[in-house]
């Protein structure tokens, strides 16, 4: 199971980091990534991050301003989100997956496991 959490209201240029603590003991095993659907929209990969501390990946709009990274320890995924945009705005998903190589990680379907999501408005 997924929990995300840490979403909420902010304004334009605010941080946010959202974090999604998972059950299990095979956690660091698997590639985690963060999604992303605003409302009329289709979900959209934010960023991932392969297993055992792999390379991490991101797409263009996070990419210089989000960070993704896990705690291995902590069965734990995060994503710092600064310089927020109100297109930043949705709801947050993450998600995990076992058999995700590098031209798949950026596709919803390929992953098993979602968390329930976490609403972040960024308000202009």
């Known amino acids: 199971q997924l929990q995300a959490s840490g979403g909420g209201l902010v304004q334009a240029g605010d941080s946010l980091r959202l974090s999604c603590a998972a059950s299990?003991?095979?956690?660091?095993?698997?590639?985690v990534a963060w999604f992303r659907q605003a409302p009329g929209k289709e979900r959209e990969f934010v960023a991932g991050?392969?297993?055992?501390?792999?390379?991490?990946f991101y797409s263009s709009s996070a990419k210089d301003r989000f960070t993704i990274s896990r705690d291995n320890n902590q069965n734990t995924m995060y994503v710092q989100m600064n310089g927020l945009k109100p297109e930043d705005t949705a709801v947050y998903y993450c998600?995990?997956?076992?058999?995700?190589?590098?031209?798949?990680?950026?596709?919803?379907?390929?992953?098993?496991?979602w968390g329930q999501g976490t609403e972040v408005t960024v308000s202009s």
């Open positions: 998600a995990a997956g076992q058999t995700i190589i590098k031209t798949t990680i950026r596709i919803p379907t390929a992953y098993h496991y």
């Open positions: 299990g003991r095979t956690f660091r095993s698997y590639t």
């Open positions: 991050i392969k297993g055992n501390g792999g390379a991490a």
